[in-house]
């Protein structure tokens, strides 16, 4: 049971290049959600998804764009990458509303803008 | 706007001792999650705090959750090095969660 699963692992791009990380979960949860991690910060939240078709913006949204594909799959897109953006990004999904579950998260991915 | 803050933000504890990590949030919500992360590793969840009043055991941690007074606690109990890690509280707003710095924990024999 994969859970929810990120590609790549790791990335260097150079400021102004674009990107697409990719996120799939196998749970047939309905929420997916796109963070980034800094050093010494918690979690904050980019973008999130509550149903196949619908997105959000989160805290912190500007630069980034998200697709909810399907129900598994939720793309987070970087279309003009900047340093600020090195980051580390996970990936989670959960069942949402009254299920009252924990999301569950993927491996993330180590994005370094030069 | 929700906001979440731990302490402390970081710890260092001795084997076999015991301490409590808090986390303290600004408004409403009646749902709190703690997560444990390793370094370089992904966020596992540890407890789900749903109601005033609940408390979840697992091992050597306790978490407990009063809504009233806004705060979440997090108990270690005779601390090994395996629960050396960051913990986070994250709380529900609306259907998002909002996390807090973490705590990271160290614990040396």
């Known amino acids: 049971n994969a859970g929810v699963t990120q590609t790549p692992k790791f990335q260097v791009l150079k400021t102004g290049q674009s990107m697409t990380l990719q996120c799939a979960q196998d749970?047939?949860?309905?929420?997916m959600y796109w963070y980034r991690q800094d050093p010494g910060m918690g979690l904050r939240l980019i973008y999130y998804s509550a149903s196949e078709g619908t997105t959000d913006k989160g805290e912190v949204p500007n630069g980034y764009n998200v697709s909810r594909l399907n129900k598994r799959e939720f793309s987070l897109r970087l279309e003009s990458a900047a340093p600020s953006q090195t980051s580390v990004y996970f990936c989670?999904?959960?069942?949402?509303?009254?299920?009252?579950?924990?999301?569950?998260f993927g491996d993330g991915t180590r994005l370094s803008i030069l | 706007e929700l906001k979440v803050e731990q302490n402390p933000l970081f710890l260092s504890m001795q084997e076999g001792k015991n301490y409590t990590i808090y986390c303290n949030y600004s408004?409403?919500?009646?749902?709190l999650y703690w997560y444990r992360q390793d370094p370089g590793k992904s966020l596992e969840s540890l407890f789900v705090l749903l109601s005033n009043g609940a408390v979840k055991q697992e091992g050597r941690l306790m978490a407990s959750l009063d809504t009233k007074a806004r705060l979440s606690t997090l108990h270690i109990t005779a601390a090994v090095h395996d629960l050396s890690a960051t913990y986070f509280c994250a709380v529900d707003n609306t259907d998002k969660l909002i996390f807090g710095t973490g705590t990271r924990l160290q614990v040396f024999p």
């Open positions: 989670a999904s959960s069942g949402g509303g009254h299920y009252n579950q924990p999301q569950h």
């Open positions: 749970m047939n949860h309905n929420s």
């Open positions: 408004t409403t919500s009646d749902r």
